[in-house]
């Protein structure tokens, strides 16, 4: 049974920093790649960022453009652990956050086979 757990969500101010996790079980790590979207109440869920199944510096990233500059995305082959970083927070990334598993690089960024559970992430003024 494949599990993607997060973790790491919160209540920050605006202009601090998090770091999602997501854990994983019942899943071939390395073979896939990781992504992480996001809910805002009220809106569709939408990409925020991927990494290809390659681990280090070997690993292509893509980031939505409310992403680029304030946040990373790695992971850890041999934890089987994904993260987002987030730096630099703005209330408007105030959302569930979802950490996603799919085999295309494609379909990491649009829909992917394998979806956690969330983890909430709120943003005060």
């Known amino acids: 049974q494949v599990q993607l757990v997060e973790s790491g969500g919160g209540l920050v101010q605006a202009g601090a920093s998090l770091i999602l996790s997501c854990e994983t079980s019942?899943?071939?790590?390395?073979?896939?790649?990781w992504g992480w979207f996001r809910q805002a109440p009220g809106k569709e869920r939408e990409f925020v960022a991927a990494i290809s199944w390659k681990n280090g510096e070997n690993s292509e990233t893509y980031y939505a453009d409310s992403a680029k500059g304030r946040f990373t995305i790695s992971r850890e082959n041999g934890k089987k652990m994904a993260y987002l970083r987030m730096n630099s927070l703005k209330t408007e990334d105030t959302a569930v956050y979802y950490c996603a598993a799919d085999k295309n690089f494609t379909a990491i960024r649009i829909n992917p086979t394998y979806w956690g559970q969330g983890t909430q992430v709120t943003v005060s003024s």
């Open positions: 019942g899943i071939t790590f390395h073979y896939y790649h």
